[in-house]
């Protein structure tokens, strides 16, 4: 049988990961009294990359927390870097302080499973106790709303969930610094923010993210996305903005936008007509999908107009999208969204299918209850004779 150093077996019952077993995990456990709020050896990124001289890649170390504390699953309350009992806790301090930079999280820890020191990262403080002192997750974000000085309503906006996607995608670790301080700053009453972001990090999801905060809340009632070709907002549309469904119009060269529900689609044609026969308004172009129904079964009068804008100095003529439909292809159009967004503009053939029949039912309901009331008008008209 192997006999163990005495030396040795007193340096490993006093590393980093039995220190953290035995002494750490149950205070922060007993304190928070959940483990959906506890994460441990939480990696957010796997190194930097960096070129030399010679053109060779070469990866950097990689970072990760011991513990990460949560308040809500979008909202990092604080961290914890451990070292073993043969260490002081001032040495993760500093580590502790660089990875709370990194992820944008208010409180700080560094402890040895003994000593415990606090950096608050919004007050600049520090302060050394025992870790038997550490604090719990009601007595950290009362701090914190103090600190940050929110308010209940504001409360409410910052710690709104996060969006996740039906393949389960949530924000990276720096879209979520972006999304929370731009929620943040708004919430406020800010009305201007600027986002920086390079390319290939998550742009139009992160936008995305804030808009869906807002917009939940009804905080934001119109919120307007701007791209300079049409691919890209064609691309949004079907993609990360896809939750959103029927609540989006796309306008190609307009400002404006109305969607007329009608009850028959000899209606669609009058009104049509209407609007063309005003004096003031000009038709810059038609598309009847009505007549030549898209491939997808979607059925829809639209027209491009040019109406007057009267402002104090000047008359403005501004383009506008006028979409004309009954109520059955509204429902439709409505339900199709919905289904198609759920997988992310990729639904299987057979749902694309079934919802082309759907669309074939959907004209055939809308041409007999036509039918059925030109019956009754002939018929009132018969009576009143």
Known sequence: MAVLDPNDLLQQQQNEETTKLQLITPIIQAKWQTTDKIIMEYKYTAGRISIDEYNVAHRGKEKKVDYLLLWKDNVLLALVEAKGREHSAGDGYQQAIDY????????????????????????????????????????????????????????????????????????????????????????????????VMATGTGKTFTAFQIIYRFWKLRKAKKILFLADRNILVDQTMRKDFAPFLSAMVKFDNDIAGIRVICSFTSDIYRI????????????????????????????????????????????????????????????????????????????????????????????????RMLSLNEEILELAKARQE
């Open 100 to 195: 709370a930079n990194d992820l944008d999280v208010p409180f700080a820890y560094a402890t040895n499973g003994i000593e415990l020191i606090e950096k608050d990262m919004i007050t600049g403080i520090n302060k050394h106790m025992k870790i038997e002192e550490f604090p719990g997750p009601d007595e950290l974000w009362d701090r914190y709303l103090k600190e940050k000085g929110f308010n209940d309503d504001e409360e409410a906006i910052i710690t709104y969930p996060y969006w996740t996607t039906y393949g389960g995608k949530t924000p990276r670790y720096y879209q979520r610094i972006a999304i929370n301080r731009t929620v943040e700053h708004i919430a406020k009453g800010n009305k201007r923010a600027l986002l």
């Open 272 to 367: 049509a007509d209407m609007i063309s026969e005003q004096r003031d308004i000009k038709v810059l172009g038609v598309k009847d999908y009505i007549t030549f129904p898209k491939a997808s079964g979607y059925k829809s009068y639209h027209m491009i107009v040019s109406v007057p804008v009267y402002l104090s100095d000047r008359i403005v003529d501004t383009k506008v999208e006028i979409q004309i439909r009954t109520v059955a292809m509204d429902f439709w159009a409505s339900l199709e969204h919905k289904i198609h967004y759920k997988f992310e503009g990729d639904a299987p053939d057979h749902i694309k299918e079934e919802l082309v029949e759907c669309a074939h039912m959907v004209a055939d309901l809308d041409a």
